[in-house]
């Protein structure tokens, strides 16, 4: 029993390790100078309301890193939220009486990203809320409208148009065409 219990156990090491390695080996990340890199700016988010479908008053707009808040602001049209480069990020704007809307942003970064001179890359956010309603179904609004990550093919920021024609079109089910208008774009 023993041995069997040793075998899987060495069984267990050898697999994470190699999964390790190749998670390493075929990421191009080379994670020492993600540490390094933790503090550096890389992306400004411009969030930017329309004032066509609601009033900007009472509009709050919150970052998160991990499940912690830590921006947050009431009453805006545009804002400018810097981010900093390997990290996780939601953003969430809301308004009593409407749906929020969630966007996921990942600022992880290829090694050799020149980041080092103060070169920001910048993201426009904008967002339309639709007036909740009785009786619809919110499973998707519980994610994330967009997911916003670096392209380094185009070396821009850009989100992930397969994700969110898939979730618009769940939540337009419910809701009606007006949801997520801003996210159709090609």
Not at 89 to 115: C, H, N, Q, R
Not at 165 to 184: C, L, M, P, Q, S
């Amino acid at each position: 029993m023993k041995t069997s219990a040793k075998k899987l156990v060495s069984a267990f090491i050898l697999m994470t390790l190699s999964a390790a390695i190749g998670f390493a080996g075929n990421s191009g990340t080379d994670t020492s100078k993600m540490v390094v890199m933790r503090n550096v700016k890389c992306l400004d988010v411009i969030v930017k309301a329309s004032e066509k479908t609601h009033s900007l008053s009472d509009i709050t707009l919150k970052v998160y890193l991990g499940n912690e808040v830590v921006f947050e602001i009431n009453n805006i049209s545009r804002k400018k939220i810097s981010l900093n480069v390997n990290e996780h990020y939601t953003i969430e704007v809301s308004k009593e009486g409407y749906f929020s809307k969630l966007v996921s942003v990942s600022t992880f970064m290829p090694s050799d990203a020149d980041l080092d001179d103060g070169y920001v890359y910048e993201y426009d956010l904008d967002f339309d809320l639709v007036k909740q309603k009785k009786g619809i179904d919110t499973y998707y609004m519980d994610f994330p409208i967009a997911l916003i990550s670096y392209n380094g093919i185009k070396d821009k920021f850009d989100y992930s148009r397969k994700y969110t024609k898939h979730i618009v079109k769940e939540i337009r089910k419910n809701t009606g065409n007006t949801f997520a208008k801003t996210y159709t774009r090609e």
